[in-house]
């Protein structure tokens, strides 16, 4: 029973993790709590439904509910959601910075954005429920005791090569050397070379295309709806703070803790309690690191 | 005079439209020159150097860097034109490793950023033995030296520090102006403001004094050391010493 809640929390935290990264990227970066994230995570897994669509539900891989289309799908949705960001960006974050606005006025405008992007979901697909498979699925023993569904070992070898790749981009490329240098001073990143916006539009479309594989993970787990980005976007938050802000491996184990604390606190108290959980961490971490657990001291 | 790679005329700056803290500054940097900018706190200095790299508006006057007008570039313009800055405080990134510094000091380098780090570890090897360790290991000393290095990855013509010995302890404040100097004769101009004047000037071929925001002396080193008057004033010195 412990196992598998673990395991069910390794899973849950994955997810949580790839929108948590966007979340921190934002925080760090963009220099605003971008709450229109939750809704990037809903049009990726809906964009990704729209391919799957067109391209029809396809012969099954092994013993995965969906086939080549979905991948497909998940690689188009992953480039189009990160262009959507950018579009959100030019459409309004853009003009704000532009105005030198206050940051207050970034977070307030972000509420906006998320509102008119959950409603155009709603008006698109409408309020129901839908579905990249109707598949059924049999739970595999992966080890002793613990047992998952093939799309869940997908959804979780994916995220640790996404998590492993993103790594990579922002340690060793160029860009993601000077998306670290602007996180932590964007004075000095200026008079380095850096372009600014360049650097600011890089890192929408990096967090739309990782909100797009978490929508579709989401999805996988088991169904789409309007309000599955929003679900998350407390949990998303939780994990980026929980890690330490502007933190990669803090946005992964900030997930990976807010996954299990769900999962665990249901050996414990009722299922109601559940989403409350990650909260209560989040409090005892901050009470004795303010800056989140990889977080640098300001 | 002739090879003028910085040229400066009547720059107006300051931080908030219609308060000038620059009231129309002149100076020119040549090629191989080490020039500095004294005067007493509140001078404008420190603004007038960020008014040159793009960091405060310039409301009016004109900047030349290389025979081309500058004025009123951003920052990344005027680094891809030979021109580097090295601030004051915060002037290294100190989540990144002394190496990821000078390859983000070498963003807007197309190409040879391997031989160029080479350089930078050769001219500084105290840096090369920390490379992969975070910049906040490092010394004050260590810090300058990486921020000189940062700043040179472009091979910039001409180089501004602002306050380059800040902070540091009087051997190494002998270090970075022997640094300072070395640069020069490596064909890069520089142009730093320094509170510690006697010391700026005595590495320094020519020297401008600001007061309140406007030119009031300018001329070789040497003579401004040797000016009674100023060296009362601005220098530290006593009447008569």
Redesign the interface.
């Known amino acids: 029973m412990l196992a598998q809640s673990i395991a069910d929390g390794i899973l849950t935290g994955a997810t949580i993790a790839l929108g948590a990264i966007g979340i921190s990227l934002g925080l760090q970066i963009l220099r605003f709590a971008n709450f229109a994230h939750s809704e990037l995570i809903t049009w990726g897994a809906y964009l990704a439904l729209v391919f799957v669509w067109f391209a029809g539900a396809g012969v099954s891989i092994g013993p995965f509910s969906f086939g080549w289309q979905l991948i497909a799908a998940l690689v188009l949705s992953a480039a189009l959601t990160g262009v959507l960001a950018l579009l959100v960006d030019v459409l309004i974050f853009r003009r704000l910075r532009a105005r030198g606005a206050h940051s207050l006025s970034f977070v307030f405008a972000s509420f906006g954005a998320a509102l008119i992007m959950r409603h155009v979901v709603v008006l698109i697909w409408g309020h129901g429920t839908h579905y990249y498979s109707h598949e059924l699925q049999m739970a595999v023993e992966v080890l002793p005791g613990v047992r998952m569904l093939p799309d869940q070992v997908f959804v979780l070898g994916l995220a640790i090569a996404v998590v492993l790749a993103l790594h990579l981009f922002l340690t060793r490329s160029r860009t993601g050397m000077a998306m670290r240098a602007m996180a932590e001073s964007p004075a000095l990143a200026r008079v380095c070379g850096i372009e600014i916006e360049r650097v600011i539009r890089w890192t929408w479309i990096l967090s739309g295309a990782l909100a797009a594989l978490a929508g579709v993970f989401l999805g996988l787990q088991p169904q789409l709806h309007p309000e599955m980005g929003f679900s998350v976007l407390l949990a998303l938050f939780a994990a980026a703070i929980l890690g330490g802000v502007g933190s990669l491996i803090g946005a992964v184990v900030g997930g990976l803790l807010v996954g299990l604390a769900e999962n665990l606190s249901l050996l414990v108290v009722g299922a109601g309690y559940k989403t409350a959980m990650p909260f209560l961490l989040l409090l005892l971490v901050l009470f004795f690191r303010p800056q989140g657990i990889f977080g640098q001291k300001r | 005079m002739s090879d003028v790679l910085l040229e400066v005329q009547d720059v107006v700056a300051g931080y908030v439209p219609g308060l000038p803290i620059v009231h129309g500054v002149s100076l020119e940097v040549s090629a191989r020159e080490v020039v500095s900018i004294i005067g007493p706190n509140g001078a404008g200095k420190s603004t007038l150097l960020k008014a040159l ?3 405060v508006p310039v409301a009016a006057g004109r900047v030349t860097l290389l025979g081309g007008d500058v004025t009123g570039l ?3 313009a005027l ?2 034109r030979g021109l ?2 090295v ?1 004051q405080t ?7 490793t002394v190496q ?1 510094n000078l ?3 070498g ?2 380098i197309a190409t040879r950023l391997a031989d160029r780090l080479g350089r930078a570890f050769d001219a500084f090897p105290d840096l090369a033995s920390k490379r992969r360790q975070k910049a906040s290991v490092l010394s004050g000393g260590q810090r300058q030296m990486l921020a000189i290095a ?1 700043a040179l990855m ?1 091979d910039p013509r001409v180089v501004l520090l602002d306050e380059p010995t800040a902070g540091l302890a009087p051997k190494v404040v002998a270090e970075v102006f022997a640094d300072l100097r070395r640069l020069a004769e490596l064909d890069v101009a520089v142009l730093m403001v320094e509170q510690n004047a006697k010391a700026a000037l005595r590495v320094s071929d020519r020297g401008y004094v600001l007061v309140e925001g406007r030119n009031r002396h300018a001329g070789e080193a040497a003579a401004l050391l040797a000016d009674p008057a100023l060296g009362a004033a601005f220098l530290g010195q006593r009447p008569g010493a």
């Open positions: 790299i793009g960091m951003p920052s990344h680094v891809m580097a800055f601030p915060g002037n290294i990134f100190s989540t990144l990821e390859i983000v000091g963003h807007t940062r472009t």
